[in-house]
C-alpha cells in the first residue's frame, strides 16, 4: 500500500501536471469505486484543481466551489499518466480523470477492488475521512509522544493505527524502528522519554528522505511501479539478508498476510521474536538467539 513517501511522490508528480488545470470529466469503468452520491460527480466537470494534499494515506483533489475529490488507493490502486482520451483497461482499470494534457488513470491490480473515491464539499465533508492521527512530519517531540503513549500498545501497531500516527504502513514502520534501534513489540506505555524521542527522530529522518529519494528517482517521469517497497530499504522485504548496519540475518514476524521485519542485533538485543506460524509449530524447539537459529541451520545442512 502507498504509503506516506509514494503519496507524497504521487502529489509531486501530479503538481506539475494537473494544478490550476480544468478537470474536463471523469468516467468511471467501475461503479464499486465510487462511494458517495452527494455531490454528485458530475459537479466536478469543468472544475480547476487549485490545491494537492494528503490526507492519511489518502491524495485530495482540491477543485473549485470547495469540492474535494478523495482518492484511497488501498493495497493495489495505482494511477497511471497517459495521454488524453486515453481508454480505462478493461480488467484493472476503475477510472479516468481527464484534462486537457493527459488523462489521469486510476488501476488497480488486485482481484479484490478496495480503492475508493469520495467526492465531498468543505472542509467539514473532508475531516470526514481523516482517521485523526499525528501528521509525523509536523508533530512535535512532545505531540508525538502523547498521541504514542495515548493507547498501551506494541510500536508497530502503533505506528501503523492511522487513528494514533498518519501515513505509516507496514513497510516504513519497518524502516524507521530499525533506524531508532527499537524492537517492533516494544509496549509503548515501556519506552522511556529517550526512546520515543529516537522513535521521533527516526520517523522524520526516515520519512522525508524516503520521499525526496523517491521523487529524485521519479525525476520528470509520471512514476509507474509506485509501491511501498524499495530494493534499498533496510528490512522491509529483507528477509534473511543481512542487516546493513551490523550485517546479522533479518528476521521476520508474519501474521495473516502482514510481515514484519526486523534486525535481531540492532533491535531486540539478539533475541528472536516468535512467529506466530513456526514457534506453534516448533514450541520448545523454537530458537531463542541469533545464535540458535544459527545452530538450527548449520546442523540442518549437515
Known amino acids: 500500500m502507498p504509503e506516506l513517501p509514494e503519496v507524497a511522490l504521487y502529489l509531486h508528480a501530479l503538481r506539475e501536471r494537473v494544478l490550476d488545470e480544468r478537470l474536463q470529466r471523469v468516467r468511471i469503468r467501475s461503479p464499486s469505486l465510487l462511494k458517495s452520491y452527494d455531490p454528485p460527480l458530475s459537479a466536478v466537470h469543468g472544475k480547476a484543481v487549485r490545491e494537492l494534499r494528503r490526507v492519511g494515506k489518502r491524495i485530495v483533489l482540491g477543485l473549485d466551489d470547495d469540492l474535494f475529490l478523495v482518492v484511497h488507493l488501498m493495497i493495489s490502486g495505482r494511477f497511471q499518466w497517459k495521454p488524453p482520451g486515453a481508454s480505462i483497461p478493461r480488467k484493472r482499470g476503475h477510472a479516468a480523470f481527464d484534462f486537457p494534457q493527459g488523462a489521469l488513470l486510476l488501476t488497480e491490480t488486485s482481484t479484490h477492488k478496495r480503492a475508493s473515491l469520495h467526492l465531498v464539499r468543505g ?8 482517521p485523526g492521527g499525528v501528521e509525523p512530519l509536523e508533530a512535535s517531540a512532545e505531540r508525538f509522544a502523547q498521541a504514542i503513549r495515548r493507547e498501551n500498545r506494541t510500536l508497530k501497531r502503533a505506528l501503523t493505527d492511522p487513528r494514533i500516527v498518519s501515513g505509516i504502513g507496514n513497510a516504513h514502520s519497518d524502516e524507521i524502528l530499525w533506524r531508532a534501534g527499537l524492537s517492533p513489540v516494544a509496549l ?24 525526496a529519494r523517491l521523487v529524485e528517482e521519479a525525476g520528470d517521469r509520471f512514476p509507474t511501479k509506485v509501491t511501498a517497497f524499495h530494493p534499498a530499504m533496510a528490512t522491509h522485504g529483507k528477509y534473511g539478508e543481512p542487516c546493513p548496519r551490523c550485517g546479522t540475518a533479518v528476521q521476520r514476524i ?3 498476510t502482514r510481515e514484519t521485519n526486523y534486525c535481531p542485533n540492532c533491535q531486540t538485543g539478539g533475541k528472536l521474536l516468535a512467529d506466530r506460524s ?19 541451520r548449520r546442523r540442518g545442512r549437515r
Open 123 to 130: 472542509e467539514r465533508g473532508l475531516a470526514e475521512h481523516d
Open 188 to 211: 509503548t506505555s515501556r519506552l522511556d522519554d529517550a526512546e520515543v524521542e529516537r522513535l521521533h527522530a527516526a520517523a522524520q529522518a526516515s520519512l522525508r528522505e524516503w520521499s
Open 254 to 256: 508474519v501474521y495473516a
Open 278 to 296: 513456526l514457534s506453534r509449530l516448533l514450541r520448545r524447539d523454537w530458537p531463542r538467539t541469533v545464535e540458535e537459529m544459527e545452530g538450527l
